[in-house]
T-cell receptor, first 119, second 112 residues
Framework: DGGITQSPKYLFRKEGQNVTLSCEQN?????MYWYRQDPGQGLRLIYY???????QKGDIAEGYSVSREKKESFPLTVTSAQKNPTAFYLC??????????????????FGEGSRLTVL | GQQLNQSPQSMFIQEGEDVSMNCTSS?????WLWYKQDPGEGPVLLIA?????ELTSNGRLTAQFGITRKDSFLNISASIPSDVGIYFC????????????FGKGTTLSVSS
């Protein structure tokens, strides 16, 4: 089945350690995104990539890094510079070549999320 | 970054009741979307709206794109226990771009 797979679903890390969250999609979508969710805060955009080997900072990129070496993969690294990393992280993808703005075929589809807890 | 103003923040209702929630913005949006998130899962798209004044239904859910293009509402009729979750509105200002702006969510609790 086509979809977006995030791993791990739960992750614990010690302060000062970097950690990488995986996001893989087999939907053949061009664009991929990382959002952070905190209770009562909604979804905030960390980074997004509209094409392989290119990505842009979102609203809260500080302390995070990404890469987009393959179309289907968009890993997120939470670095030790991120002051409050405990959160639920959501990966999403979309197909800008789809009919976004005309039908829902170009809209965002989300993975099941990864919950990171810093001890 | 800008966030949409979504209200109410939470709702506690009885099974069978109707529910209404809305999102407003000071800016004009070209697209309004409504997502539902079950606990520990990613959001799932419920309804997408692309034209001012558009009214769209998906089962017991109905959403409208405000005529001013600065607001949208979602109604759920005859709520059931599986409607429990967090409902997010999302908007896009530029149809050529793909970045969405999300509201902070409405947490719905349904008692049977």
């Amino acid at each position: 089945d086509g979809g977006i797979t995030q791993s791990p679903k739960y992750l614990f890390r010690k302060e000062g350690q970097n950690v990488t969250l995986s996001c893989e999609q087999n939907l053949n979508h061009d664009a991929m995104y990382w959002y952070r969710q905190d209770p009562g805060q909604g979804l905030r955009l960390i980074y997004y990539s509209q094409i392989v080997n290119d990505f842009q900072k979102g609203d809260i990129a500080e302390g995070y890094s990404v890469s987009r070496e393959k179309k289907e993969s968009f890993p997120l690294t939470v670095t030790s510079a991120q002051k409050n990393p405990t959160a639920f992280y959501l990966c999403a993808s979309s197909n800008p070549g789809g009919l976004a703005g005309v039908s829902n075929t170009g809209e965002l589809f989300f993975g099941e999320g990864s919950r990171l807890t810093v001890l | 970054g800008q966030q949409l103003n979504q209200s109410p923040q939470s709702m506690f209702i009885q099974e069978g009741e109707d529910v209404s929630m809305n999102c407003t913005s000071s800016s004009i949006f070209n697209t309004w979307l409504w997502y539902k998130q079950d606990p520990g899962e990613g959001p799932v798209l419920l309804i997408a709206l692309y034209k001012a004044g558009e009214l769209t239904s998906n089962g017991r859910l109905t959403a409208q794109f405000g005529i001013t293009r600065k607001d949208s509402f979602l109604n759920i009729s005859a709520s059931i226990p599986s409607d429990v979750g967090i409902y997010f509105c999302a908007g896009r200002r530029n149809q050529a771009g793909t970045a969405l702006i999300f509201g902070k969510g409405t947490t719905l609790s349904v008692s049977s």
